[in-house]
């Protein structure tokens, strides 16, 4: 005879898999603040970073402010020398141009502008069809990332596309 032991339900906890999907950048403790002659800190260093070719020293001066305005006159907004959230979500999208995709996921079969999205980062004949070619494309940049090489794309990989577009 074969004794079996009762365990209350509940003393065994389930075991789930869940996936985590970030769509935080760098940006994304800034986005809602405002910089200015005087500001100081972090995010006048992520700041000078994105504006590049000035000294990332985290002081808003007037090297910084010439170079805000800069950037707002070349992308048509007023030219403050002020950093609005305007600013912070443009200087993101330049250095993270499918942070907007990461809760997407994309797979043999799917179509549309993010399957084209992805064609042209892989140079993949652009067809917005995502077909076997592209299938393939995908598990072989996943593969020399050190990514599962799953051939979809998701999180993981759409942030492989931030860093493969840059």
Do not use: N
């Not at 979500?89 to 996921?105: I, K």
Request: charged fraction near 20%.
């Amino acid at each position: 005879m074969t004794a079996f032991a009762t365990v209350p339900v509940g003393a065994i906890p389930a075991s789930r898999a869940v996936a985590t999907i970030s769509t935080a950048t760098s940006y994304t403790p800034y986005k809602d603040v405002v910089l200015a002659m005087g500001s100081r800190g972090a995010a006048v260093r992520t700041l000078q970073r994105a504006l590049g070719g000035i000294a990332v020293d985290g002081v808003f001066g007037s090297v910084t402010r010439d170079r805000v305005i800069g950037q707002q006159r070349s992308l048509a907004l007023p030219d403050t020398g002020v950093v609005t959230p305007d600013l912070w979500d443009v200087l993101e999208a330049r250095e993270f141009p499918f942070v907007g995709q990461r809760t997407t996921v994309l797979r043999l079969g799917d179509s549309g502008p993010h399957v084209a999205a992805v064609q042209r980062v892989l140079r993949v004949r652009v067809t917005g069809c995502f077909d076997e070619r592209t299938r393939a494309a995908v598990k072989e940049a996943q593969a020399k990332a050190g990514l599962a090489s799953t051939g979809v794309v998701a999180s993981r990989t759409w942030s492989l596309f931030d860093r493969l577009s840059a």
